[in-house]
C-alpha cells in the first residue's frame, strides 16, 4: 500500500520524505528504511533534532510543508493504514508480558482513514484545501514548548553525546532525566532503551522491557500515561 500511495501523491506534486530518529545513525536505520521505503528519500537524524525543532514525539508522525518551504501542519500522529495488532484477537497462551502488550496496542486510538482522505484533499487542493493551515493556525495548534520540554531536548542531547563517549553510566542519567521532564516524548524512552538492549547489526528490541539500566518499558510506561495519549490527534 505505501509505494501505491507514494506514487498517487507524486502524481499530485507531493514528495514524502521519511525521516529515521536513531542515534545509531545510518547502519542502525537502513534495515527499516529498506523495509519499508527503499526507494524515496529517506534521511537520518541521528540526534533527534526533530524532536526540538518540529515537535515530533514519537513515530509515525509528520509535518506537512508547501511548495514555498511554509509549514502548513504541525507535528500530528500520520498513520496511514490500520495496525495488523488492532483488529486481530490475541491467541491464547502468549506469555504474559506479549499479552498485556497487544492489549494496550489494542486501545491505541488511530483512524488511517480520516488521515488518508485528508493527505489526499491537500495533495489535490494545496492551499485550498481544508487541512491546509494558515501560519497563525498552525501556531495555535503546535504543541506547548514548556521550559521542561527544552531541558528534556537538552537532556536528551547531553546523554546522546556521554554514549556516545563510552561513558554509559552517565549518560543513563541524562537519558532518565529527559523522560522526566518530557514524559510523553516517547523517541527519547524508546531511543535509551533500544541503546540499552540492542546488540550492534540487529534490529530493535520491539518490546523494550525494563533492563538492568532502565527500570520500566514500554509497556510499563503506556499504562502509566494512558494508551490514549499516545499519539497527539490529527484534528
Keep these: ?37 527503499p526507494e524515496h528519500p529517506s534521511l537520518v537524524d541521528e540526534a533527534h533534532v526533530c524532536d526540538e525543532a518540529l515537535g515530533i514525539v514519537n513515530v509515525p508522525m509528520a509535518v506537512w510543508v508547501d511548495e514555498t518551504g511554509t ?6 500522529s500520520a498513520q496511514v493504514q490500520v495496525s495488523p495488532f488492532r483488529d486481530a484477537e490475541i491467541p491464547e497462551g502468549l506469555p504474559d508480558r506479549l499479552h498485556q502488550t497487544l492489549v494496550e496496542v489494542k486501545k491505541i486510538p488511530g483512524d488511517a482513514e480520516a488521515y488518508l482522505t485528508a493527505l489526499r ?35 536528551f542531547e547531553l546523554a546522546q553525546h556521554l554514549w556516545r563517549a563510552g561513558r554509559r553510566d552517565a549518560a543513563v542519567r541524562w537519558f532518565r532525566r529527559a523522560h522526566d521532564l518530557h514524559p510523553h516524548n516517547w523517541t527519547y524512552k524508546r531511543q535509551a532503551w533500544t541503546l540499552a538492549t540492542t546488540k550492534e547489526g540487529e534490529l530493535s528490541d520491539l518490546l523494550q522491557a525494563p533492563n538492568e539500566l532502565y527500570d520500566t518499558g514500554w509497556l510499563e510506561e503506556i499504562q502509566r500515561l494512558g494508551a490514549e495519549n499516545y499519539y497527539p490527534a490529527f484534528e
Excluded at 509549514?71 to 500530528?76: D, S
Excluded at 487542493?125 to 481544508?130: C, Q
Excluded at 506547548?144 to 520540554?149: A, D, I, K, N, Q
Design 1 to 37: 500500500m505505501w509505494q501505491e500511495l507514494r506514487s498517487e501523491l507524486i502524481d499530485k506534486g507531493v514528495e514524502v520524505v521519511t525521516v529515521a530518529l536513531d542515534t545509531g545513525g545510518a547502519a542502525a536505520a537502513r534495515p527499516f528504511v529498506d523495509m519499508a521505503a
Design 71 to 76: 509549514l502548513v501542519r504541525p507535528a500530528h
Design 121 to 155: 484533499d491537500w495533495a489535490e487542493h494545496g492551499a485550498d484545501s481544508r487541512f491546509a493551515l494558515t501560519p497563525d493556525e498552525v501556531v495555535a495548534r503546535s504543541q506547548p514548548r514548556p521550559r521542561s520540554h527544552a531541558e528534556a531536548a537538552a537532556a
